[in-house]
């Protein structure tokens, strides 16, 4: 079975600095990793995923995340935050009929 | 747009009502997903069609909660005699059936039940 824990369901950061939020997973095969954004009563956009290959994944605005299997870590990262950044964001991994198991989340406050 | 899309958006009903939300995938996908996403909580996985096959439908919350996809396009998901935990979004996916499971994910339906 596989499964997502999220570390910290909130996060604070000032514009400007740096994002990181955490995801660690458990499962029994190799995983595939994503991570998504949410907005206030919207649905989930993709940010990034890991399939196979390189272990650092570049993203959609600015958004990165590096897979760790020693760890069974998989971090998002953002050098700069920005105000429009503030969202719920959800990491997860994909089970054996290829749906997701997301952890949950994490809300990221971005402070003026 | 050719983007999943959901209706409603809102649905407000009073308990012991019936519900039906309808999911339009991505025209070329032909897996479909259902979730739900309590306040506070990550999507939690409901059931899931290949095609018009449902292939996994062991998730559903209790005998409550039905799904169909007829001709394999769009879905329903059909919550019966409506209960206040029943209050939740409602989200559904599509993906093309790839190794990776990447899914793409409409904006959701809101059930208040009251």
């Known amino acids: 079975a596989q499964s997502v824990t999220q570390l910290g369901s909130h996060v604070s950061v000032s514009e400007g600095a740096l994002v990181l939020l955490r995801c660690n997973y458990s499962s029994s095969v190799p995983p595939y990793l994503f991570w998504y954004v949410q907005y206030p009563n919207q649905g989930l956009q993709l940010l990034l995923k890991y399939t196979t290959g390189a272990t650092l994944v570049k993203g959609i605005n600015g958004f990165e995340a590096e897979f760790k299997k020693s760890e069974t870590s998989f971090h998002l990262t953002k050098p700069s935050a920005h105000m429009s950044d503030a969202a719920e964001y959800f990491c997860?991994?994909?089970?054996?009929?290829?749906?997701?198991?997301f952890g949950s989340g994490t809300q990221l406050t971005v402070l003026p | 747009d050719t983007g999943v899309s959901q209706n409603p958006r809102h649905k407000i009903t009073k308990r012991g009502q019936n519900v039906t939300f309808r999911c339009d995938p991505i025209?070329?996908?032909?897996?479909l997903y259902w979730y739900r996403q309590t306040l506070g909580q990550g999507p939690e996985f409901l059931t899931y069609?290949?095609?018009?096959?449902?292939?996994?439908k062991s998730r559903l919350l209790s005998d409550r909660f039905s799904a169909e996809r007829p001709k394999g396009s769009f879905s329903t998901l059909e919550i019966q005699r409506t209960e206040q935990g029943d209050s939740a979004m409602y989200l559904c996916?599509?993906?093309?059936?790839?190794?990776?499971?990447?899914?793409?994910f409409g904006q959701g339906t809101r059930l208040t039940v009251v």
């Open positions: 069609f290949q095609n018009e096959a449902q292939l996994e």
């Open positions: 996916a599509s993906s093309i059936d790839v190794e990776t499971g990447e899914a793409f």
């Open positions: 997860a991994v994909r089970g054996s009929a290829r749906q997701l198991t």
């Open positions: 025209s070329e996908h032909n897996r």
